[in-house]
């Protein structure tokens, strides 16, 4: 089975701009290649892919405005994370769409987020000027993991 989430894509213009960001290199650290810069708005681990189109074709899942920043943030013991503010709603309608198809829904708050590096020893020093780069979401996306460490659209699906 497919290793699947649903996630919001930044506009190619927020790519760009982060891509641009300097990027420490130290041992341990793993930055986000921009290709794969992401919101994931929810985690369905390996599940039946048609389960999840089904439950998501159904579902209506409101406009979202994201902010991100305005600087990087650690989350948890191995994240550097810039926040996205304006997609709690949408996650929670993702949510309650998809609530009986894939890995059970965390028993903690959704923390929107876009991850830009992960570390293992000492959190990379992300000396980055405030960010404040928004943008309207237009639809989601169900992603699949793929084994060899690449994302790939499976479908997407316009907000009301």
């Known amino acids: 089975m497919p290793r699947l989430f649903v996630a ?3 506009p190619d213009s927020v790519v760009e701009d982060l891509a641009q960001l300097p990027r420490q290199a130290a ?3 793993s930055w986000t290649k ?3 810069l992401h919101i994931t708005l929810r985690f369905l681990g ?3 892919q048609d389960e999840v189109l089904s ?3 159904s579902g209506s899942f409101p406009n979202a405005r994201v902010t991100l920043g305005p600087s990087p943030q650690r989350l948890g013991r191995d994240v550097l994370m810039l926040p996205a503010e304006g997609v709690d709603e949408l996650a929670a309608s993702v949510g309650e769409a998809t609530r009986f198809v894939g890995d059970p829904l965390p028993d903690r708050p959704f923390v929107g987020h ?3 590096a992960r570390f293992r020893r000492r959190q ?3 000396d980055w000027p405030q960010l404040n780069d928004a943008f309207d979401v237009s639809h989601i996306s169900l992603v699949e993991s793929t ?3 690449e994302y790939a659209d499976v479908a997407t699906f316009p907000l009301r």
């Open 8 to 10: 919001v894509w930044p």
């Open 27 to 29: 041992p341990g650290v």
């Open 34 to 36: 921009a290709r794969r």
């Open 46 to 48: 390996e599940c039946d």
């Open 55 to 57: 439950a998501l074709t």
């Open 114 to 116: 876009m991850t830009v």
């Open 124 to 126: 990379p020093s992300a």
């Open 147 to 149: 084994p060899w460490g």
